[in-house]
């Protein structure tokens, strides 16, 4: 059975940094195409960033988090990981990882379509 579990938001001061980790169980997750996405309340999901499988090894992020952002797997593990650095108000937003079925995470890379397994979430704010 697929599962992810995010964890490691919390409230943090503009430019501050969090390191968010999802770890990940019934599937292997160099194996597979991973992505982090955002979303505030009723707003749509917003993917932020992806990481093909190890086959492939290509990373995406969005704009608004390029260079600032950081995504990464600890393959021994199991686990993917966001660093978030320069934090923003605009950053606030319950996180999500995500797994697409394939190892390629293809054209739509950062669209929430893409991805069929989802974690619950964990929850940034930044304050000013």
């Known amino acids: 059975q697929v599962q992810l579990a995010e964890s490691g938001g919390g409230s943090v001061h503009t430019g501050g940094s969090l390191k968010l980790s999802c770890v990940a169980s019934g599937f292997i997750v160099s194996h597979r195409c991973m992505g982090w996405f955002r979303q505030v309340s009723e707003h749509e999901r917003e993917g932020i960033a992806s990481?093909?499988?190890?086959?492939?090894?290509?990373?995406e992020y969005a704009d608004s988090v390029k260079g600032r952002f950081t995504i990464s797997r600890d393959n021994a593990n199991n686990i993917l990981f966001l660093q978030m650095n320069s934090l923003k108000p605009d950053d606030r937003a319950t996180y999500y990882c995500?797994?697409?079925?394939?190892?390629?995470?293809?054209?739509?890379?950062?669209?929430?379509?893409?991805?069929?397994?989802w974690g619950q979430g964990t929850q940034v704010t930044v304050v000013s």
């Open positions: 990481f093909d499988s190890d086959s492939f090894d290509t990373i």
């Open positions: 995500a797994a697409r079925e394939f190892g390629v995470c293809g054209g739509a890379r950062l669209s929430p379509t893409s991805f069929s397994s």
